[in-house]
């Protein structure tokens, strides 16, 4: 079945600076890549997505790059601020099918 | 974005006994809802897939006849936790398909089984 590998599951960067998450899918039917941004105790917010059909996506200090050769995608965050640190899941999905989740991400932006 | 909500959002019950969790669409229709639940530093672990007026597609290694789901109409879906046990103790997070198929999660609900 689909599987969604994500890296790497602790991150760390000084406020400031830029931070990369990385996903791998294995279903080359997926067409949906979306990246979620949770804190604790709360519900995974939407932050960006980016479609099959679309090589890169920026929204302000957020952007999304998807290679679907290499079934590869990842976040690109720069300029952290401390509101950044939470949990961040990447996703594929395919039509109207479930959506499947990496294994998050903990960002932590040291001040 | 889409609003959707969740109920209750904290519960506490007894071994043996039943919960039912609600999920709601606000201000659109759905015919599609997913339940998931999640454990303590974990990712979101897909239970099923809410069809209105069908049968909900269980995952694999989720007992059917334990997770109830009823989705009855294009904006509500409801999850029974049958004979709940201490095991079954997690964070039980709806989403909701728009016709854009954009996910967006209700507040989850966090059972707790005593």
């Known amino acids: 079945g689909e599987n969604v590998e994500q890296h790497p599951s602790t991150l760390s960067v000084q406020e400031g600076d830029s931070a990369v998450i990385k996903c791998t899918y294995s279903?080359?039917?997926?067409?949906?890549f979306p990246w979620y941004k949770q804190e604790l105790g709360k519900r995974p917010q939407l932050i960006i997505d980016?479609?099959?059909?679309?090589g890169e996506k920026k929204d302000q200090r957020i952007a999304v790059t998807l290679n679907k050769t290499a079934k590869h995608f990842s976040l690109h965050i720069t300029e952290t601020q401390p509101e950044d640190s939470a949990v961040y899941f990447c996703?594929?999905?395919?039509?109207?099918?479930?959506?499947?989740f990496g294994s998050g991400t903990r960002l932590s932006i040291r001040p | 974005g889409a609003v959707v909500s969740q109920h209750p959002s904290r519960v506490i019950c007894k071994s043996g006994t039943s919960v039912k969790i609600e999920c709601r669409s606000l201000?659109?229709?759905?015919?599609?809802m997913f339940w998931y639940r999640q454990f303590p530093k974990q990712s979101l672990m897909l239970m099923a897939t809410?069809?209105?007026?069908?049968?909900?597609?269980?995952e694999q290694g989720v007992e059917k006849d334990k997770f109830l789901i009823n989705h009855a109409s294009l904006t509500l879906s409801t999850l029974t936790v049958t004979s709940a046990h201490p095991e079954d103790s997690s964070f039980y997070i709806c989403?909701?398909?728009?016709?854009?198929?954009?996910?967006?999660f209700g507040p989850g609900t966090r059972l707790t089984v005593l």
């Open positions: 980016i479609r099959s059909n679309v």
């Open positions: 809410s069809n209105e007026g069908s049968k909900a597609t269980y």
């Open positions: 996703a594929a999905s395919w039509g109207t099918s479930k959506i499947i």
């Open positions: 989403s909701a398909l728009t016709k854009d198929n954009e996910q967006f």
């Open positions: 201000d659109f229709q759905a015919t599609t």
């Open positions: 279903d080359s039917a997926s067409n949906y």
